[in-house]
C-alpha cells in the first residue's frame, strides 16, 4: 500500500516522506522511532535527575526578566519536594503576566544541572486550575528522524495511522518459527505506541522482547543481502583449476624458508576451491606479517600452471611494487613473465604492459587502482587478487570481476586483510565471503615490546634512536594529524624530519609522505629498504604492509589520535626480523580516561584480532572497515555489539532461509534495506 493511503498523506507529504525513503504503508511501520519521551508520569522535582526528560508540576515563587547577558525570563516554580528553574530565552509579555506568583504549572523538559537548583530550558509548559487535576499520557511519545518540512507530531500521526491499518490487515511474519519470539505485529506496536507499563529504560537499551524481535529481522536481513550477492556471483562459472600444481611444487621448493602450518593450510584451503567451477570467493586474514604474501603467490602458482593469468592489486603504489619485487624475484626464475601496470607509467610502457596483458603474454599482473581501467583486458583472467581489500570500495571490486567475465565465466577471487574482522562484523558484512584465517607467525619472531610515553621525553625517545641505529638498525618514525589532511600531514613530518637532523646529524634520514609523487616516495622507500637511509621519518602512507625486516624501532606521535587498528597496523611494521623489537607510542600529557584505555590495550596484547574487537567496541564499524564499505551496515533498530547475542541465531535463520523461497528472501531485504540493498554485497 502506497504511503498515500494513509488519511491526511496527500502527494505533498509524499514527497517529503519519500526523502526518508519512505514510499508504502509498511515503510512507515518500519521507520522506527529513535528514542522516546516519558510523559506518562508526574515526577517530584525532588526526585528530578538530570539529563532526564520529565513532567512535573510547581507553583511559581517567582518570575523575572533579567538582562545579565542575554534577556531572559527565569521562574522558579516548587513543590512540597523542591525547587525547580524554568529559563526562557523567547518569551512575551503575556507568558510574563500569567506566570505570576501562586500560579500552578505543568512542565516538561530535559532537566540540567543550573547554578543553584535543577532547571529545564525552554520548557513545554501550560497552565493549570487550582484543583485541575492535570492530565498525563497513556503512552510513551516515541521521537522519530525526520526530515526538513515534517514535524515529529505529523510524524507521530502517521505512524499511529499505519499502526491502526496494521491491525486492520496485518503484516507478513518472513521469519521461521515465528511463533518462538514476540509477533511482528506486537513488537511493531510496542515500539510505535508502548504502553506506560513499558519500561523506557528497556526501549531504549534494546534489551526489550519487541527490540530484540525487530534487531534479529534485521540482523537477518542484512545477512541476507550480503548472502544474495554471492548466490547471484555464484552462478556463474568460472575455470576448474586443478592440475599436479608442479609450479607451486618448484616455487616452493625455492624459498629461503617452509610455510608455516597455517600457510600450508590456508593454501590447501584456496587449491580446494580452484579446482571447482564454481568461482571462489574467499577471504584471508592475517595478522600484519604473518605471511599473507606468499600465500597469495601459491594460489598464483596454481592459476599459471594451469595456463591462466592472475591478476594481484593493492591500494598504493609502494605495496603494489612490494609485490612485484617479491613475484619477480619468485616467479621470474621459473620462467613466468609479469607486467607491471599502475597510474603513472611512461606511454610506451603503459602500452608495452597493456598488450602484454591483453595478449596473455603474461601470467601475472601486478598493479595499483590502474588495474582497475577499462582499457586493461586480459587474454584468459583466471584468478584475482586483492590485497588489503578494506581500502577498495565494493564498486571497484566488482569492476575487477567483470573484467574476467566472457560470456559466464568469471575469475575466482581472493582477498586479503590484515585488519582482522571481529566475528560480530563478518556475520554481517563478510557473510558472502569463504574466510581462511592466517593464525600462526612464521617463526623466530620477536614479540614487540611497547611503551607508552609522554612527549615531554622527546629529547630521551631521540637519543634511544640513535642507539638503535648505531647498533645497525633501522627505525621508523611516524607522524599523525587529526586531519586526513596531507598537506598539514606533510608539513608535521617535515618539521620532525628537520629536529630529527637537527638532533642526529650522523644518521641518513628519509622521508615519505603524501604529497610526494609516486616516484619520490618509491625512492624514499626503497633507500630505506637498501638500508641506505636508516631512520624513516613518515606520515601514515607506510600504515599497510610495508615489510623492512630490519627495522627494529617505530615511534608514532599522537598515538592517542589514532584507532586502534590503525596502530597495530603501524606496530607491524616492526617486528618482522629476528631481533627484539619495540614500539614507542608518543603522547601529549593529560590524556583523557579513554584515550589511556585505548594505549593500555595496544601495550596488553599483540593479537589484532583482540583489538579489532576494542576498536568496534570504541569506534563503532564505520570506522574499522572505512566507510566506503559500511554503507549497508547503518542498522535502523540492531546494534551489532549490542545485540551479540542474537548473532548466531541470525546467522542460522538466515542460513536457513536464503536456500529458500526467493520471495521471502527478497520481501525480507525489501522491508529493511529497500533501495539500500546492495546488488552484489562484496563480491
Ligand atoms: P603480510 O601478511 O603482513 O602481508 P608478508 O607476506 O609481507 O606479511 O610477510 C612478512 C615477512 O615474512 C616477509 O619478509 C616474508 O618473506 C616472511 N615470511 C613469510 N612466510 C614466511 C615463513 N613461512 N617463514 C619465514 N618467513 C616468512
Ligand atoms: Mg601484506
Redesign the pocket.
Known sequence: MPVTRLSGVGPKQAEKLLRLKIKTVQDCLFHLPLRYQDRTRLVAIGDLQVGIEAVCIGQVQTTEVMYRGRRSMVCHISDSTGELRLRFFHFNQSQTAALREGQRIRCFGEIRRGSRCLEIVHPEYQLLGATEVPEVEERLTPIYPITEGLHQLSMRRIADRSIALLREYAVDELLPDAQTYCSLQEALETVHQPGAQVSAQALLEGTHPAVQRLALEELVAHRLSVQRGRVVFQQFTAPAIGGQGDLLKRLLGQLP????GA?QRVIGEIARDLAQSKPMLRLIQ?????????VAAAAAALAVDSGYQVSIMAPTEILAE?HLL?FSQWFEPLGVRIAWLKGKLGARQRREALESIASGDCAIAVGTHALFQKEVTFARLGLTIV?EQHRFGVDQRLSLREKGVRGEVVPHQLT?T?TPIPRTLSMTAYADLDCSI?DEL???RQPINTVAISTNRRAEIIERVGAVVASGQQVYWVCTLIEESEVLQARAAEEALQELRDWLPDVSIGLVHGRMSADEKDAAMQQFKEQAVSLLVATTVIEV?V?V?NASLIIIENAERLGLSQLHQLR?RVG?GSVASHCVLLFEAGLSQRARERIAIMRETTDGFQIAEKDLQLRGAGELLGTRQTGSLQFRIADIMRDKTLLDRAGDISDELISGPAQTVDALIDRWLGGDAPEYGNV
Open positions: 624458508f617452509s610455510p608455516t600457510q592475517g595478522d600484519v606479517g604473518s605471511g599473507k604474501t606468499l612490494q617479491n590485497d586479503m590484515a592466517i612464521p617463526p623466530g604492509g615489510d625486516p607491524g618482522r
